[in-house]
């Protein structure tokens, strides 16, 4: 048994004094990697992975532990995932191999493009009651629970239950929710629920979610079904009513998760799988698809600095901004999305035209979107002796979603509606019960058939190109999961909300004469400090096999020293 004891990894990721490059500062320190022989753990948040680890030691599933580690997230994470979001699972089986398992919700059956341009909306708003779609989470972890759940349900809601009865402030949760007041107001639903003494919190200060503890307290007691077509749904569709949603008890009822197949393309010597679309996993591999017609760097070009090649990273931002470009103008609710896009989007020769679209000489202009900025996401991963192993990743998207927080229930509602479009052609166009288009993108590799690592990050569109630069970092770096999930990262971002991925984005730690290079590139580089959480939270776990043995011999695994999240194994 390792030494599961909470450790804190501590960073100096301060600005650089006013003229001084953040390139190169003395700021790295190593993720933290934990092992164990039957199972891991790893999340955004300590006390979620601690969660997950008892379930795993009680002998819960990799399911089993992926739902109580997300039910804590819910409550200690709030300003970044919760019981009003979407999940997208890939699960490992042996008995049933690779899987994908769909929780996002769809569009109220009364909204149409021209409902939203009589209530005055010349373009999807960012907030508000026109962006909620029915949260698909919930569902999600009741339809895997019976899948593949070894423990009673509600012994996975328990720990998340204890967490909203009082836990410490930390100084992320502190500043997320002053952040949000300046958003939400202070006299609003969401403050009564996240900001009740009208003050800031304070560090160590002990947080009681008394609604969100009462809501966990039913679900736990009614199943998770209750959310959808029982006592908890009719006072969804109450609140939301009154709140000018147009998602009614109809709406929660006849939604449904969808079991599918994960996508797969080959990267190298590796097969990289994702979620299929709705979800940006086509996009992340797509990505991968355009790199593997490059020659990869050596692997010594990949260290703590990140990647010390100017070639790769020019490369990979420019095919970051053409596969955003496709992502803008195919991805959708798969039902709606044209006939073959999906096909094209992993066609090895569409790779090919893209990659002979990159000009290794300078950056092109980039491609317009129509597709809103950033988005707020945790994402977990988790591991059993049986041979069992779980990539999630669950969404409110920006925040707290669309500011829509009911004080009875302390659900948060998401804003995932923002995606959609009120341009008819759009392929995002908004549409009666209808998907949106989602960042989310879990990950998992595969060696010789079995899985290999699992892993994911959050960090709304830049979310492939994270995907992208660890997969490039454990595959043609040989670089261990920490390390590369340490390294510091660069992507091709935007500026503004609707606006293009203009932005080449470097973070502290990298080499600065890369950023010199790739300004003389035409590049438009800007410095972030080093551990940013711009860069996404990215966790993995890898299971390591002798050869020969079908079940894994052991689990590595790590957390992103971005987040506040640490690594659990026994």
Known sequence: MVDNRTVSAVHRA????????LGGRPTLVPAIAVRGAHGAVTSPHALATAAGVGVLRAGGSAVDAAIATNAALSVVCSYMCGLGGDAFWLIWTPERGAEALNGSGRSAAAVTIERARAAGLERMPERGPWTVTVPGAIRSWGDAHRRYGRLPWPDLLAPAIELADGFAASPTWCTAIERAALIFGTASDWARVFRPHG??????????????????????????????????????????????????????????????????????????????????GAIALELLQVLARFDAPQATAFGPHGVAELRWVHLALEAARLTLRDRDAWLTDPAAMAEGALERLLDPRHAAELAGQV???????????????????????TADAAGGAVSLIESNYAGFGSGLVDPETGIAYQNRGAFFSLDARHANALAPRKRTMHTLAPGMLLRAGQPWIVHGSMGGEIQPQVFAQFVSAV????????????????????????????????????????????????????WTPPFSSAFGHEHAIELVRDEGRALPTSFVATADPRSEGLPGAW
């Open 199 to 280: 003050r800031a919190w304070r560090t160590g200060e002990v947080v009681r979610i008394s609604p969100l503890a009462a809501t966990l307290r039913r679900l736990a007691a009614d199943g998770p079904d209750d959310a959808y077509d029982g006592a908890l749904a009719r006072r969804a569709a109450d609140y939301l009513a009154s709140a000018g949603s147009l998602l009614t008890g109809d709406d929660l009822a006849d939604h449904t998760s969808r079991w599918g197949t994960p996508l797969r393309v080959a990267y190298r010597d590796v097969e990289a799988t994702s979620h299929p679309p709705n979800s940006s």
């Open 359 to 381: 000009d290794q000489g300078r950056a092109t202009p980039p491609p317009s979107v129509a597709a809103p900025h950033g988005g707020g996401t945790v994402y977990l991963a």
């Open 475 to 526: 595959v043609d770096g040989r670089r261990a999961i920490a390390d590369a999930v340490a390294a510091p990262r660069f992507a091709a971002d935007v500026e503004r909300h609707y606006g293009p991925p203009s932005v080449t984005r470097l973070e502290g730690g990298m080499l600065p004469q890369l950023g010199e290079g790739l300004a003389a590139l035409g590049h438009q580089v800007t």
């Open 14 to 21: 301060a600005d650089a004094p006013p003229g001084e490059p």
